[in-house]
């Protein structure tokens, strides 16, 4: 998973390296109020070259349509440039706030504290096989678990079982079958390995077809 995270990183560098930046000022929020009017004085703004543009310096004080096929010379002298995404290890580094450096805009390498490195870690284990196996277990034992109950429920709504039987067979299954939620198959079978199966025929049918399916399940599976 570190090395996919890797990938995106330079996926996101190179797919990002075409982006414009631009310091906003007091003309260029009073000439396009709509693109800067909002914004801070002073704070850089990421953006695409825009289509329709009130430039500083090609036809000052008119629009100009088309803005974004002019020469980047023009986009220049109005203050739009590149902006640069360094690489770096999400591992251990992280990008700080962008800034104008002589030619371009760009963002400083900064490095993760101790705890930002643990959360990155855990955010890699979280989505890692181990992490996808464990929860692609938990989706199929929320299923089994219900298709249990729901069993019982059958048995009782088709007069195969009573009220009392199916409350107590319920009541006898649950906290062995709950692990199910959490994936933890392994663990119900061992539960229901040590569970003294009911003596009444009709129950036991109930609890052998739920025993066989999770032992059925952990041989498939595990």
Do not use: C
Not at 43 to 56: E, H, T, V, W, Y
Not at 169 to 183: M, R
């Amino acid at each position: 998973m570190k090395k996919i995270l890797l990938l995106f990183v330079l996926f996101f560098t190179l797919f990002v390296s075409g982006q414009k930046a631009i310091t906003v000022t007091e003309e260029l929020k009073q000439s396009n109020k709509q693109i800067f009017g909002s914004l801070i004085e002073g704070s850089i703004r990421q953006i695409a070259i825009p289509n329709s543009f009130f430039s500083l310096t090609y036809n000052p004080g008119q629009r100009t349509d088309g803005y974004r096929t002019l020469a980047n010379s023009i986009h220049e002298s109005d203050g739009f440039f590149d902006v640069v995404f360094p690489g770096f290890d999400p591992a251990t580094q992280k990008l700080g706030s962008i800034f104008f450096n002589t030619t371009n805009f760009t963002f400083p390498v900064v490095a993760l504290t101790a705890q930002e490195q643990t959360d990155f870690q855990q955010q890699v284990d979280d989505n890692d096989s181990s992490s996808a196996f464990i929860q692609n277990h938990k989706v199929n034992g929320v299923i089994a678990f219900d298709r249990a109950m729901s069993l019982i429920q059958r048995r009782l709504d088709n007069a195969i079982i009573t009220g009392p039987q199916a409350l107590g067979l319920a009541q006898g299954l649950y906290p062995e079958l709950e692990p199910l939620y959490k994936g933890a198959w392994r663990l119900v079978k061992d539960n229901l390995a040590t569970v003294t199966p009911p003596v009444n025929v009709d129950l036991l049918a109930i609890f052998n077809l739920i025993k066989d399916a999770v032992d059925q399940y952990v041989a498939d599976n595990f």
